[in-house]
Nanobody
Framework: VQLQASGGGLVQPGGSLRLSCTAS????????MAWWRQEPGKQRELVAV???????NYQSSVEGRFTISRGNAGNTVYLQMNNLRLGDTAVYYC??????????WGQGTLVTVSS
């Protein structure tokens, strides 16, 4: 299983970005997927989750600003990030995880929020 993430970049505070992550390989349709982020010197933290059943959960600091969604093909997940703040600056990682305990990570994509 491979995950390919993209969409990071430099944005001003209050701006928006949309991250994408496409999974390929031996995966089920509509897998559980999530976005994590990691700031320099800090632990990786969970940002948003989208389960196979369509349930979403968000870290409290991004609730109402970020939206996780799935593409029509089911193997792509998006993270729409609006009203970005300086504190959202981090490397963002996508993750696919299964009920059987398997976990796969994509490469990170850097989001920099700066004026």
């Amino acid at each position: 299983v491979q995950l390919q993430a993209s969409g990071g970049g430099l944005v001003q505070p209050g701006g928006s970005l949309r991250l994408s992550c496409t999974a390929s390989g031996s995966i089920s349709s509509n897998p559980n997927m999530a976005w994590w982020r990691q700031e320099p010197g800090k632990q990786r933290e969970l940002v948003a989750v989208l389960t196979a059943g369509g349930t979403t959960n968000y870290q409290s600091s991004v609730e109402g600003r970020f939206t996780i969604s799935r593409g029509n093909a089911g193997n792509t997940v998006y993270l729409q990030m609006n009203n970005l703040r300086l504190g959202d600056t981090a490397v963002y990682y996508c993750r696919l995880f299964t009920a059987a305990g398997a976990s796969y990570w994509g490469q990170g994509t850097l989001v920099t929020v700066s004026s």
